[in-house]
């Protein structure tokens, strides 16, 4: 079973500026099923990033991904007072569904 | 625009059996793939089981026979059966649907997500 790891567990930065998240895979994967969620608090998780790199319905393009085999991120650039919460990656290729243990994006 | 509306108790007592329902309004199960996912307070999170494009479903083996999941076409409503419950299933537990049709694709579509507790 295939596990990910997200890095850093909490990342304090300030408003308007960039954040680099990390998502890395015990094995080698497809970039095909590599996705980013934002989960605000006592919401449920929102689809951001699908297929590493493509941006999901109405995700502002301050927000993308990159990244293949085993090594993979989410970069936020200018952050907004919205952007302070959680983030995972998630594998959907096959199951099971497996999901990071998320990043945290604090304000400093 | 497809909206999952997630129902069911939230407060068990150990023992005893979680079942929780999911509608969608705006759209259909049908040729979709549809999980049931879960997040112990503050804490990630847990993929229990799914159902396929054509109904076959797969369960996360940490819940060996305890977990069953069904979806019901005609009334458009996917179900969770976990039991017995004990205090380490308390947890919020979310629907969620695939973005696109017949394969493996994003969770694009989510409930609202059920707290339950198994308190004594």
């Known amino acids: 079973e295939i596990v990910l790891t997200q890095s850093p567990g909490t990342l304090s930065l300030s408003p308007g500026e960039r954040a680099t998240l990390s998502c890395r895979a015990s094995q080698s994967v497809s970039a095909n099923y590599l996705a980013w969620y934002q989960q605000k608090p006592g919401q449920a998780p929102r689809l951001l990033i699908y297929g590493t790199s493509s941006r999901a319905t109405d995700i502002p393009d301050r927000f993308s991904g990159r990244g293949a085999g085993t090594d993979f991120t989410l970069t936020i650039n200018r952050l907004e007072p919205e952007d302070f919460v959680l983030y995972y990656c998630q594998l959907y290729g096959s199951s099971p569904l497996t999901f990071g243990g998320g990043t945290k994006v604090e304000i400093k | 625009q497809v909206h999952l509306q997630q129902t069911g108790a939230g407060l068990l007592k150990p023992s005893e059996t979680l079942s929780l329902t999911c509608a969608v309004n705006?759209?259909?199960?049908?040729?979709?793939?549809s999980y049931w996912i879960r997040q112990p307070p503050g804490k990630g999170l847990e993929w229990l089981a799914e159902i396929n494009h054509i109904g076959s479903t797969t369960y996360n083996s940490s819940f060996g026979s305890r977990v069953s999941v069904s979806l019901d076409t005609s009334k458009n409503q996917l179900s969770l059966r976990l039991s017995p419950v004990t205090a380490a299933d308390t947890a919020i537990y979310y629907c969620a649907m695939s973005q696109s049709r017949g394969s493996y694709s994003p969770l694009r579509h989510w409930g609202q997500g059920t707290l339950v507790t198994v308190s004594s």
């Open positions: 705006g759209g259909s199960f049908r040729g979709f793939y």
